[in-house]
T-cell receptor, first 113, second 113 residues
Framework: DTAVSQTPKYLVTQMGNDKSIKCEQN?????MYWYKQDSKKFLKIMFS???????INETVPNRFSPKSPDKAHLNLHINSLELGDSAVYFC????????????FGPGTRLTVL | GDSVTQMEGPVTLSEEAFLTINCTYT??????LFWYVQYPGEGLQLLLK?????DKGSNKGFEATYRKETTSFHLEKGSVQVSDSAVYFC????????????FGTGTLLAVQP
């Protein structure tokens, strides 16, 4: 059983398009995150939700909009895709108060042409 | 602000060699420290962690000690295997409601038979 899953695994699209990435966790966690990993493998936090409430919103273009319909899901919608959005996007989750460990999904590799 | 600095890779070793990957941090408070590992094509997995000064985290033969006086958390393993080839990330977080992870740039380890 996959703990943190992401769909799709790969996404290739044209500049200017709008796309979504989905994340689901079945660990019973209450906090979820989106991280971006660039071509040099550098990882940076983008957003976090706790119990469907946005708690971290780093300096990210407003073309990126997270949405958490419930505690088990955190989706990322990206409008007007740009070449620089090409990266691997990782979802992670954590249970508040149960240590600081975050559990990561397998990643979604987004390529913008 | 808080930051994590890791040694540049790639690190190339022969099987059974001794491994050290250096990690130093800058922190305004007293964070927890982590090592995450990313195997090719996969998401990140927690390798080990330490929550306070002088704590030693260990797992799968890897060790790291939280050194407040040198603000370091170096990763070591006495005898590496080919299966240890991966990218290793040092990270810190303060826990709490957000538990934002701040990552180093990652160090690629390649172990040759």
């Amino acid at each position: 059983d996959t703990a943190v899953s992401q769909t799709p695994k790969y996404l290739v699209t044209q500049m200017g398009n709008d796309k979504s990435i989905k994340c689901e966790q079945n660990l019973g966690h209450d906090t979820m995150y989106w991280y971006k990993q660039d071509s040099k493998k550098f990882l940076k936090i983008m957003f976090s939700y706790n119990n469907k409430e946005l708690i971290i919103n780093e300096t990210v273009p407003n073309r990126f909009s997270p949405k958490s319909p419930d505690k088990a899901h955190l989706n990322l919608h990206i409008n007007s895709l740009e070449l620089g959005d090409s990266a691997v996007y990782f979802c992670a989750s954590r249970k508040t108060g149960a240590g600081n460990e975050q559990f990561f999904g397998p990643g979604t590799r987004l390529t913008v042409l | 602000g808080d930051s994590v600095t890791q040694m540049e890779g790639p690190v190339t070793l022969s099987e059974e060699a001794f491994l050290t990957i250096n990690c130093t941090y800058t922190a305004t408070g007293y964070p927890s420290l982590f090592w995450y590992v990313q195997y090719p094509g996969e998401g990140l997995q927690l390798l080990l962690k330490a929550t306070k000064a002088d704590d030693k985290g260990s797992n799968k033969g890897f060790e790291a000690t939280y050194r407040k006086e040198t603000t370091s958390f170096h990763l070591e393993k006495g005898s590496v295997q080919v299966s240890d080839s991966a990218v290793y990330f040092c990270a810190l977080s303060y826990g709490g409601a957000t538990n934002k992870l701040i990552f180093g740039t990652g160090t690629l380890l390649a172990v040759q038979p």
